[in-house]
């Protein structure tokens, strides 16, 4: 005996939801799209207009002093092979996306962890949300990224943006959250403000978890990156949807090697900013 | 001892108490109908820290509170600066009320009044040495050249030169309570607390830090407020101490007065451990000078003296008592018979001398063959008072018992 309950129409309304978002809000989002894409474009003319050497030669520069040498190396051998792959233009797009994603979704996050980091209540407000935004298949995120952004690269940032966001998040409070409350006592025993103990105490001494929080959401940005291709993101992810759609398995893997070794270089470089030159043994 | 002199009284502790719970109204309704602590748990879940503290804090003194762990010491020291807040009562230093701050008054008073050493050091460890002696003014927004010339001083004061740019984590536990110390002192608070400041130093550096302790605090006349565990660092260190047991004061008074008076069963036992006779100091042991003679005294007049008072020597004291030496019977008997008038040439200095904190242990030592009394002088050279050899032996006896 089957009893009629009647379903609940949760897709209606969520659609009905974004419905009214994207016709009243079209104003706020077509802002921000111009704002996004002329950043994207800044930044993707940038690095394309420096030769490719220039670049691997900075890049490089840059594993040598923040990590070692060894790494600098690396940084050479692979990018030189996505060069001769024929895939620094896609590889450059792809960099850019990352780049951008990562700093919104840290600009966001920082203030959003500092606040879960005071305030309780807040916190577990957050926390559920951060789950949400976790678990949610990322694929989902692109389709209402597509109404309010249209097809292309904004809307893959917006998605990168929510699906790479929560690590920052979390980290930053954990971070916070993790300094020693003796330390927390003395800063207020000097008669520290709030401010004060924020910026000059537990700021600093979280960096290194803030840090590998970073590190995570560069890590997530770029594999949405790739998977944003299927709504028109340019880069290495649209490289592997192309040979997915003539089945190509060996253009597939070239693209997705240079994904993973453009994934390496961001992975290093940000671990070694993660242990800032240690002055004690 | 009783409140001589109200002028100099820095903090007013009168009434305070501190229930940790929800319902702190009920734990001290409770109390008020003379409950203790462990029957307001047992009834409302309400630990009570603290009940009813009532002590005065004078200038410049180094006053120790003692207690076992849960006896609400680190409750007290820290409700004084509102790091816990107070339940009820009041703490007032310099006619303000603390518990009747506003955030940002309770922000200026901290800064100006108190400065806290912790047990566990809590140094910044990003921060170098340096960095961290300056943390206070820092705080307090002094420019960076005056503040780097105050944590400079202090850090020299607690014997840090040449450290400066070191990290705490690259320093010896001492070193790092030298930091800690040179952190609150640069910050030229009024008042200086101190949680258990040697307690996690081993013993050796722990005297060490102690002696210190007194000399800065002599020398800077410094209003400090030390917690401890240890009954034997709040003697060597404490111009006073209060005992506190279960959120209450047991005792407050002189170090001597809880040796030798302990309040109850509590303190004595506390008590019992401690060395007596490296306690006792000369002072529980003298007594007033009998008779002295003036300089300006004829040898007949000296010797009047000495016969009515059974002595066979007598100290000689100038203007405003200072002590000037001593004679002896035979002498000045020879100078009257040989008709002379003054006594001066009569007077030796070879008679023991010590200050009234001369540890009872080493006055013994001090009596020679002539068993002259030891005169006690304070640090003009003014008698004031002597330690006969039975008194002596009576205190050491005394502190044998225990």
């Not at chain 1, 920082?110 to 951060?130: E, K, N, Q």
């Not at chain 2, 207690?67 to 004084?80: A, N």
């Not at chain 2, 008042?191 to 722990?206: G, N, T, W």
């Not at chain 2, 030796?348 to 080493?362: H, I, L, S, T, V």
Request: charged letters at 25%; proline letters at 4%; aromatic letters at 6%.
């Amino acid at each position: 005996m089957a009893i009629d309950i009647p379903r609940i129409p949760l897709g209606d309304g969520i659609e009905g939801g974004l419905d009214f978002l994207t016709s009243h809000y079209s104003m706020v989002t077509r802002g921000i799209s111009r704002v996004t894409q002329s950043g994207i474009t800044v930044l993707n003319d940038g690095l394309m207009w420096l030769p490719e050497w220039a670049l691997m030669a900075i890049i490089a520069l840059i594993c040598w002093r923040v990590a070692n040498l060894r790494l600098g190396i690396g940084a050479v051998l692979g990018l030189a092979l996505i060069w001769n792959l024929g895939l620094w233009d896609p590889m450059i797009e792809t960099l850019t996306l990352v780049v951008i994603a990562t700093v919104v979704a840290v600009v966001i996050a920082m203030p959003l962890g500092v606040l879960a980091a005071i305030s309780d209540r807040f916190y577990s407000l957050i926390m559920p949300v951060l789950d949400f935004m976790q678990t949610m298949p990322a694929f989902v995120y692109l389709i209402p990224a597509i109404p309010f952004f249209g097809i292309g690269s904004v809307s893959a940032i917006f998605a990168t943006v929510i699906f790479s966001m929560p690590p920052a998040i979390r980290f930053t409070t954990l971070g916070i959250r993790q300094v020693p409350k003796d330390l927390i006592e003395a800063a207020d025993a000097f008669g520290a403000t709030r401010s004060q103990k924020l910026i000059k105490i537990q700021f600093p001494l979280s960096l290194p978890t803030i840090m590998a929080g970073i590190n995570q959401t560069i890590m997530l940005a770029l594999s949405m990156v790739v998977i944003a291709a299927m709504i028109g993101a340019d880069g290495l992810g649209s490289e592997v949807w192309r040979a997915i759609q003539r089945l190509r398995p060996g253009d597939g893997f070239e693209a997705g090697i240079a994904v993973v070794i453009l994934a390496m270089l961001l992975d290093r470089i940000t671990q070694a900013l993660r242990k800032p030159k240690k002055k004690t043994s | 001892m009783t409140e001589t002199d109200e002028t100099n009284i820095k903090i007013q502790v009168r009434g305070l108490s501190k229930v940790f719970g929800s319902q702190p109204k009920k734990a001290l309704e409770l109390r008020n109908q003379g409950k203790k602590r462990p029957e307001i748990l047992e009834k409302t879940g309400q630990t009570l820290g603290l009940s009813n503290i009532d002590f005065d804090v004078r200038e410049g003194e180094l006053l120790v509170i003692m207690g076992l762990s849960g006896s609400g010491k680190s409750t007290l020291i820290r409700c004084l600066n509102r790091l816990i807040e107070p339940t009820e009562g009041d703490i007032v230093i310099d006619g303000q009320n603390i518990p009747k701050l506003s955030e940002k008054e309770l922000l200026e008073c901290r800064r100006r009044h108190f400065s806290m050493v912790f047990q566990n050091f809590a140094l910044f460890p990003h921060k170098t040495v340096q960095e961290n002696a300056e943390y206070g003014l820092e705080v307090r927004g002094i420019e960076k050249k005056s503040r780097v010339e105050s944590a400079r001083n202090s850090l020299k004061q607690v014997g840090l030169d040449g450290w400066e740019d070191a990290y705490p984590s690259q320093l010896s536990g001492g070193m790092q309570q030298r930091v800690g110390l040179a952190r609150a002192l640069a910050n030229d608070s009024t008042v200086m607390l101190m949680d258990e400041a040697f307690s996690a130093l081993d013993p050796l550096i722990r005297k060490d830090m102690q002696q210190e302790l007194i000399e800065l605090q002599h020398r800077m006349k410094k209003t400090t407020i030390f917690i401890t565990h240890d009954l034997d660092e709040a003697i060597s260190i404490g111009d006073r101490i209060i005992l506190l047991k279960d959120g209450e004061v047991v005792q407050m008074g002189t170090p001597e007065d809880i040796l030798t008076r302990p309040a109850d069963d509590y303190v004595a036992r506390f008590v019992e451990g401690v060395d007596m006779s490296r306690i006792f100091t000369a002072n529980s042991a003298m007594r007033s000078v009998r008779a002295t003679a003036r300089d300006s005294d004829g040898p007949r007049t000296v010797l009047r003296k000495m016969s009515d008072n059974g002595l066979d020597s007598i100290y000689v004291i100038g203007r405003d008592r200072t002590l000037l030496g001593i004679v002896n019977v035979d002498d000045v008997d020879a100078a009257a018979k040989a008709g002379k008038d003054t006594i001066n040439e009569l007077i030796q200095n070879d008679f023991p001398k010590a200050g009234p904190d001369e540890p009872m242990n080493n006055l013994f030592a001090m009596f020679n063959d002539k068993s002259y009394p030891i005169a006690i002088v304070d640090d003009n050279q003014r008698l004031l008072g002597v330690v006969v050899k039975g008194a002596v032996l009576e205190k050491l006896a005394e502190a044998g018992e225990h």
